[in-house]
Each structure stands twice: as structure tokens, then as C-alpha cells.
């Protein structure tokens, strides 16, 4: 069983090491995310000369005589090179797998995706009254880099994880940056957590692009318009529809070597991934990204 998921996602690596293409694969969806993949690298003059997935199964439930679901974690590594540049990027995919007989029948990602939704009144900055909030600010890039840096795939025991993770890992990288928490207990209103409970800007991804679109005191941001405009610390949020509503959050750890963000996420946890997530499958025609540049009382006006 192990045996023939490892090949199974080996042979997607094949693709991207060796460009050679899955003709067998069980899942459209993914093979297109692999060749928007190949095809960004191709843009980006990047190759990825050497990759490895380790398949490591969860748990393993007989739902019938003959039939078996299999919850596994893939973590694939990639080393890539770009000019004269090598970095290493890292992914952990949840995926399950139904096997028939000790045949290989289905194999898909777990998707996940946010159920908490903020109020449409959220966030108006006139009735903020933590005047605490107003104290200077001084943002620490390298503090909020490392941070994301140690935790992409890890959760932190000092603040609640959840199934949808990725805005509450920016949260706290942001936070570990020396951005302070204020607006406690109104959920609709600052960015915090605490006491088991929390703000809808420190979790929801939609809940943050406002936050920060709309902040003028203590943590604060400048929406830009190019993601080569930002440096590490900074973040950018998706909205994969199209359609308004942010869907996700990653935060900027590096610069590649064409000046572009190399990101880290939580959720599915990447490390190093291409900022624009075009092998994503969640990804869409009609993606839109907000840029945002955080701002201290020590940025230039």
C-alpha cells in the first residue's frame, strides 16, 4: 500500500524533474495544476533539478469486504535552481486514497476550506478605542521571517490551531514580528487572540485583506499593486474565484532571484512556494491578489 502510493507520487514529480508527462493519472485536476506548474517554471527560466515525496499513512479504515480508505501525508520536496540560485521548497498535501482488491482506485488531495464568515459590517477603524493601539510601531522582519519560518509545518502550542489554518499562521507570524493585538472581545472589531477566542481579522482570510486594507493605527499595511514590489514580511491574500471574497493568506519569506516572493503557508503547508500558486488546485482564470506591505512607524511616507 505504501509502496504504491509512493510511486504514485514520484511519478508526479517525474513531470517536473525529468518533464515527463503523467499520461495515467486519476485526477485532471492535479495533472493540470502540475503542468501550470511546468509552465510557470518555463516563464520563471527555473528547472527543478532534484525532488523527493515521503509518504507517511495516517490511518487506514476497511469501509467494506474489500474496500480500504487510506488518509496519508505526501511531503515533497523540490530543489530548485534559478540563474545561479538553488532554494529548497517543501509541501505537505493530506491526501486519501481508496484501494479495491490492493488495487489503487482513487487518490485526491483533502481539500479544505473556510466555514467561519465574518459580518458584512466588519471592521471600521472610527470606532477602534484601544488607544493603546496608537504606541509606536516598529516592525521586525527578521523575527516574523524566522517565525514562519520554524512553524510552516508545525502548529505552535501557544495559540489555537485550526482544520483552515492559514490566516491564523500569518496571524502569528505578523504578531511574532512585534505587531501587537488589540480590539479584545469584539470579535468584529481590531486583531487579536486570546482567552480561547479570537477576532475575525486574526483567522479569516477575507476578514485580514479588510483588516489591513482598512488599518490605521499599530499593525497596518499598503495595498501595492506588483507582488515584486514587496520584501519578506509582507503578505499577500487570494481570492482563487475571482469573485471578491478572499479565500487565503500566505506570508513572504524570500525574494527569487527575477525579485518575485517565494511564500510560506499553512493549511497545506508549503515552505519556499512560487507566490502566484498556479499548481495549486484551487487555483483559477479568474484569481485576484491583494499585495499588501506592512507598514511601521519607521516606513517611508
Known amino acids: 500500500m505504501k509502496r504504491i502510493l509512493s510511486e504514485l507520487n514520484r511519478a508526479k514529480l517525474e513531470m517536473l524533474v525529468n518533464k515527463k508527462l503523467i499520461k495515467n493519472t486519476r485526477n485532471n485536476q492535479e495533472l493540470h495544476a502540475l503542468e501550470r506548474r511546468y509552465l510557470s517554471n518555463e516563464k520563471r527560466k527555473a528547472e527543478i533539478v532534484k525532488g523527493s515525496a515521503e509518504v507517511k499513512v495516517s490511518s487506514v479504515e476497511t469501509t467494506s469486504e474489500n474496500l480500504q480508505e487510506v488518509l496519508y501525508i505526501c511531503h515533497y520536496k ?79 502550542p501557544k495559540f489555537k490551531n485550526f482544520d483552515v489554518n492559514c490566516t491564523n499562521f500569518v496571524s502569528q507570524c505578523l504578531h511574532a514580528g512585534n505587531a501587537k493585538m488589540r480590539g479584545y472581545p469584539n470579535r468584529s472589531n481590531g486583531w487579536w487572540m486570546q482567552n480561547n477566542n479570537w477576532s475575525f481579522s486574526w483567522s479569516v482570510a477575507n476578514a485580514m485583506t479588510s483588516f489591513l486594507k482598512n488599518s490605521k493605527i499599530g499593525l497596518r499595511a499598503k495595498r501595492v499593486e506588483d507582488a515584486e514590489q514587496l520584501k519578506p514580511g509582507d503578505v499577500i491574500c487570494y481570492d482563487f474565484q475571482g469573485d471578491g471574497r478572499f479565500d487565503h493568506t500566505t506570508f513572504v519569506v524570500a525574494k527569487d532571484p527575477e525579485n518575485m516572493p517565494l511564500v510560506n503557508a499553512q493549511t497545506y503547508n508549503s515552505r519556499m512556494r512560487y507566490w502566484a500558486y498556479e499548481d495549486s488546485s484551487a487555483y483559477t482564470p479568474n484569481i485576484k491578489y491583494a499585495f499588501f506591505r506592512i507598514l511601521d512607524d519607521t516606513s517611508s511616507k
Open 78 to 156: 523540490w530543489l530548485n535552481k534559478q540563474k545561479d540560485s538553488l532554494y529548497l521548497e517543501e509541501r505537505m498535501d493530506h491526501r486519501k486514497a481508496i484501494f479495491y482488491h490492493d488495487e489503487l482506485i482513487d487518490d485526491q488531495l483533502i481539500e479544505n476550506f473556510n466555514t467561519e464568515e465574518e459580518p458584512h459590517s466588519l471592521l471600521s477603524e472610527e470606532i477602534d478605542h484601544d488607544f493603546r493601539a496608537k504606541e509606536g510601531f516598529s516592525y521586525d522582519r527578521l523575527a516574523a521571517v524566522q517565525y514562519a519560518e520554524r512553524w510552516w509545518n508545525d502548529e505552535n
